[in-house]
């Protein structure tokens, strides 16, 4: 089976602008998590999707959202961007998505730049 | 909220020794306990989890406990390996309900020297 595959893997970007990144999970897989990782404050859980309904969120301002498709994929926006938005940006998938404790398998991630 | 603590953020070991990265976490409701190894510019990879009705286990050279009454578990490596060197995060989270969201600790950047 193909792994969790994001696009694109960079992106750079300036202060104010918005960025879509998306993620298309295992096959099969019904859940899709999304996370940011920076040095300072690690990896840190900003929501996640369950049949194209948002199930948990994250600490997180309003700038950041997200969606999920029929198909499982997800796709993550972050509007009016700053430059502590700067991360790695990884989503994770797993088969189901509620009362089972099943692995989470992540993807190579999207490197933000805020300049 | 769940908030999860990780000792120590660097260990340096000498090959074949072992390693040990402790955990502490504060929602008594986590019955699900992974680690996951990220080597430089990779992605984070499963290398073993626990769930709360069980107390260890194992995997080759690598062992995890978990201590649910002090609420910390542990990551154990043993005769380990120059490439073992990576940073490893242990993670919390709580399934039953709708919580899928993994709580991660800080991270332990691990140098094993040969």
């Known amino acids: 089976k193909a792994g969790v595959t994001q696009t694109p893997r960079y992106l750079i970007k300036t202060r104010g602008q918005q960025v879509t990144l998306s993620c298309s999970p295992i096959?099969?897989?019904?859940?899709v998590s999304w996370y940011q990782q920076t040095p300072g404050q690690g990896l840190q859980f900003l929501f996640e999707?369950?049949?194209?309904?948002?199930?948990n969120k994250g600490n997180f301002p309003g700038r950041f959202s997200g969606r999920q498709f029929s198909n499982s994929r997800s796709e993550m926006n972050v509007s009016t961007l700053e430059l502590g938005d700067s991360a790695l940006y990884l989503c994770a998938s797993r088969a189901r998505g509620q009362g089972a404790s099943d692995t989470q398998y992540f993807g190579p991630g999207t490197r933000l730049t805020v300049l | 909220g769940e908030n999860v603590e990780q000792h120590p953020s660097t260990l340096s070991v000498q090959e074949g020794d072992s390693a040990v990265i402790k955990c502490t976490y504060s929602?008594?409701?986590?019955?699900?306990f992974p680690w996951y190894k990220q080597e430089l510019g990779k992605r984070p990879q499963l290398i073993i989890d626990i769930r709360s009705n069980v107390g260890e286990k194992k995997d080759q050279r690598i062992a995890v406990t978990l201590n649910k009454t002090a609420k910390h578990f542990s990551l154990h490596i043993t005769e380990t390996q120059p490439e073992d060197s990576a940073v490893y995060f242990c993670a919390a989270s709580s399934y039953g309900g709708s919580q899928g969201n993994l709580i991660f600790g800080k991270g332990t950047k691990l140098s094993v020297k040969p």
């Open positions: 999707y369950f049949s194209e309904t948002q199930r």
């Open positions: 929602d008594s409701a986590s019955n699900y």
């Open positions: 096959s099969g897989h019904r859940s």
